[in-house]
């Protein structure tokens, strides 16, 4: 299988700790995006990555979330000091820089913090 | 402010019927537009899109209708199945790619 993959697959962490969450795009994608989706809303965009570089940032991004993408495959996305408003389903999606194209979605990452 | 909008949070047809799923927009500037299809506990699917430019895309059983002067798209199923019963998202964007804005999605139930 060669769509974008994201681990972990569930996430359930105490209120307070960091987490760190992966995903790896489709192999040929430059483009990654990053979106938190809650429950009865759609996926809300957070950040998005043309190669390494970072283009845009979500003002939903608060300076506890960070995200890299070092060498333009894999991105991780790492959420400091997590809040309960914090729980939700983070996707993550890839697409090929060809103008208007469709973005291909990972299955997700389910954070619970308790 | 939500920029696209999706007013119906559920549908329900029977099957073979037509599904209507409606979607609005705010920003002049959008100029691509795509439906995402998410069955539970995995990610959106891409389904099918449009440029600002067409008003009209078909492909098999769907078809995506654009009205620019209303600034409302219209995603018809036809025939409905039961496994198109899935949450269905409209989305949009501008400038030749970049983030994507997704309406609040609607839940369509297609009953056997």
């Known amino acids: 299988d060669t769509g974008v993959s994201q681990d972990p697959r569930h996430k359930i962490t105490k209120r307070g700790q960091n987490v760190t969450f992966r995903c790896d795009p489709i192999?040929?994608?430059?483009?990654l995006y990053w979106y938190r989706q809650t429950l009865g809303q759609g996926p809300e965009f957070l950040t998005y990555?043309?190669?390494?570089?970072?283009?845009?940032k979500s003002r939903l991004l608060s300076d506890r979330f960070s995200a890299e993408r070092p060498k333009g495959s894999f991105s991780t996305l790492e959420i400091q000091r997590t809040e309960q408003g914090d729980s939700a389903m983070y996707l993550c999606?890839?697409?090929?820089?060809?103008?208007?194209?469709?973005?291909?979605f990972g299955q997700g990452t389910r954070l619970t913090v308790v | 402010d939500q920029q696209v909008k999706q007013n119906s949070p559920s549908l329900s047809v029977q099957e073979g019927r037509i599904s209507i799923l409606n979607c609005d927009y705010t920003n002049s500037m959008f100029d691509y537009f795509l439906w995402y299809k998410k069955y539970p506990a995995e990610g959106p699917t891409f389904l099918i899109s449009?440029?600002?430019?067409?008003d009209k895309n078909e492909d098999g059983r769907f078809t995506v209708f654009l009205n620019k002067s209303a600034k409302h798209l219209s995603l018809h199923i036809v025939p409905s199945q039961p496994g198109d019963s899935a949450v269905y998202f409209c989305?949009?964007?501008?400038?030749?790619?970049?983030?994507?804005?997704f309406g609040q999605g609607t839940e369509l139930s297609v009953k056997p």
């Open positions: 989305a949009a964007l501008y400038n030749q790619g970049g983030k994507l804005i």
């Open positions: 449009i440029s600002s430019i067409k």
């Open positions: 192999s040929e994608h430059n483009r």
């Open positions: 990555f043309q190669n390494e570089a970072q283009l845009e």
């Open positions: 999606a890839s697409s090929l820089d060809l103008g208007y194209t469709e973005a291909f």
